[in-house]
């Protein structure tokens, strides 16, 4: 960065040296016409002064290359700048060799507490999915506990049916055990477990 | 002679210095058709310094052509493939 600014002051300083020029050799060439045209007859002075003009029109064509290379440079330097913005948005290039101030660690914080919070919702949201249907095979004796009322209701339904979504498509085969458990007669002291766990979903 | 560097402007050059540039334009075309680019900036840059060395600078008010047109201190190769005329940048 500080590199590139160099070299643009650089450029800058060049131009402006070339248009000084440019200035001195326009402003001789208007004098030496002026004494051209006072000195020699017509067609004399026609040929001396294209001469001088040679002089300018070389000095143009230095100035006007100058102005290329400068406009070629900047657009160089806008490319690449450009470049590297979209592959730090990207995320294919790292600031690596960049110093990281107060406000960047923050972020960067910000962003990965953020992947903490998605990846939190995502268990939460997949131990919800599956807790429910352990609630519903178990909630003969004990899923009062969740104040799950209809529990017999949807007991039922499984029973009757193979279980519908949003549940997993597995789910109809964990749930069946459990339900033939419990009407074979599963004690009342196996039944914490299942309700144990979505506490311990809520630890995570 | 008039040698003009782009970019930096005029100097007059004794014509005496000629046959040192001549050998110097000869590295430099040598490099250039071999595409080799230390050898390319080292003869550039030794061409520059000698025409600097031994001209002296004319002031800007002058309204002479130029003899010679050299190229810019940083041209890459490319530029100055395209200023290459058969015989060097110095004719002759």
């Known amino acids: ?204 | 002679m008039i040698v003009r560097i782009l970019g930096e402007g005029q100097f007059r050059v004794d014509d005496n210095a000629t046959p040192g540039l001549n050998h110097l334009d000869t590295e430099l075309e040598t490099a250039v058709e071999r595409g080799d680019e230390p050898a390319f900036k080292a003869a550039l840059t030794g061409l520059l310094a000698q025409v600097r060395a031994q001209g002296s600078p004319l002031p800007p008010d002058t309204l002479e052509a130029s003899d010679l047109i050299l190229p810019h201190q940083d041209s890459s190769m490319d530029e100055v493939r395209k200023l290459l005329t058969d015989e060097g940048l110095i004719p002759g």
């Open chain 1, 1 to 204: 960065m500080q590199g590139q600014y160099a070299q643009l002051q650089a450029e800058e300083e060049k131009l402006t040296v070339a248009s000084q020029r440019l200035q001195a050799k326009v402003d001789a060439f208007r004098t030496r016409k002026e004494t051209i045209k006072a000195t020699y007859t017509a067609a004399e002075a026609q040929t001396r002064i294209n001469e001088a003009f040679s002089g300018i029109s070389e000095e143009m064509g230095d100035v006007g290359m100058a102005i290329q290379r400068a406009e070629d440079k900047t657009a160089q330097m806008q490319a690449r700048a450009g470049a590297i913005d979209e592959l730090m948005a990207s995320g294919a290039l790292d600031d690596v060799g960049g110093r990281r101030d107060d406000i960047q660690a923050e972020l960067d914080q910000l962003s990965a507490n953020s992947d903490v919070e998605s990846e939190l919702r995502r268990l939460r949201g997949e131990i919800a999915a599956s807790a429910p249907k352990q609630l519903e095979g178990s909630g003969g004796s004990g899923g009062g506990a969740n104040g799950d009322g209809p529990v017999h209701e949807g007991q039922s339904q499984a029973q009757s049916a193979p279980y519908a979504p949003p549940a997993p498509t597995q789910q109809p085969q964990q749930a069946a055990p459990q339900q033939a458990a419990q009407s074979a007669g599963i004690p009342v002291s196996d039944l914490p477990s299942a309700n144990d766990q979505p506490q311990d979903g809520e630890g995570l």
